[in-house]
């Protein structure tokens, strides 16, 4: 992902979680006879949350974690500043090891590197919304000029300057959920982890935060992990995304290599109703020059990060297939056929 740093922020090894009195015998019966979530649960009375989560997220990568409702996406983001413990495994942030951080220590952890925003925003109704967002730092003892002056900040990078005096009831929906996005924020965190932010708003309004969020995040190179159930949001705002069933992670990739190339069935239905014409690049279904043997002079030319829509429209014209360049150089070509199959996905 060419537009995110390689600075590892956030790392997960080996994350499990299993609830119930008899998790560590449950833990070992699934790495010994592969036992279901259904099973674990009828044997052992325990529910596995998280099964053997491992990934990374870059300094301001998007990482969507995606999943139905018990998939085990919120036990698993909650790990990241330890509201819930681990039965086994690691979480590392910045290449510090979040388990053994003494309770000074991770209280500053999270009151300064992570910020979280959920989809109820619980503002406080009787406080301004200068004074909700401000809230984090007053805690921390910062004078009032001060967390004013970092509160109108943030009020201004989610556009609501003018309103740092209404009440969270003068307000629509979708503006205070961005008062809840400017309050984490305000304390300039490493981190967001954003748990279903979006999910009760109105279409429109919830398309036009998540396209606010996004350019935010790239503005302030925030690193993020934010959980939906909604796979049409995670492939709008996410780098990459990691889909989860029954507390496991199915696959993690790009968007376009989820749609592209899903892992199993289960994830091929989740991207059945997926439009490909603006996620699928050249790059990824364009065959070899040599696989056509015919003329290709006058042949209309796209660079390799072209999508479908714009590969349709130069296909509509010609019979032949059209030139894919990078850099100037012809790399591969896209027959009429070979569109067809990219607009149908990961059809097998």
Known sequence: MSDVASEVVV??????????????????AVKAKGLTKPEVLEEFACVVGVQDATFEVARGEIFCIMGLSGSGKSTLV????????????????????????ST???RQVRAQQIGMVFQHMALMPHRSVRDNVAYPLEIRGIPKSKRW????????????????????????GGMQQRVGIARALASDPEILLMDEPFSALDPLI????????????AQLQKTTLFITHDLDEAIRIGHRIAIMKDGVIVQIGTPEQI??????????????????????????????????????????????????DQLIDLSVGTDVPVVITDKGVDVGVVSKPVLLRGIQGGKE
């Open 149 to 172: 002056a970092v509160s109108d900040h943030a009020l201004d990078l989610v556009d609501l300057v003018g309103y740092e005096d209404r009440l969270p009831k003068e307000l629509s």
């Open 259 to 308: 749609v592209m190339n899903p892992a199993d069935d289960y994830v091929r239905e989740f991207v059945q109703g997926i439009s490909k014409l603006k996620l699928v690049k050249a790059h990824s279904i364009m065959e070899p020059l040599e696989s056509f043997s015919g003329d290709l002079n006058g042949a209309p030319r796209a660079d390799e990060g072209a999508d479908l």
């Open 104 to 106: 000074t220590a991770l």
């Open 78 to 101: 909650r790990h990241v500043n330890r509201l819930i413990e681990p039965t086994s495994g690691a979480i590392e942030i910045l290449g510090r090891d979040v388990g053994s951080m």
């Open 206 to 217: 919830r398309m036009q935060l998540q396209d606010q969020f996004k350019a935010l995040v």
């Open 11 to 28: 790392k997960l090894s080996n994350v499990w979680k299993i609830f119930g009195d008899r998790a560590d015998e449950a833990m070992a």
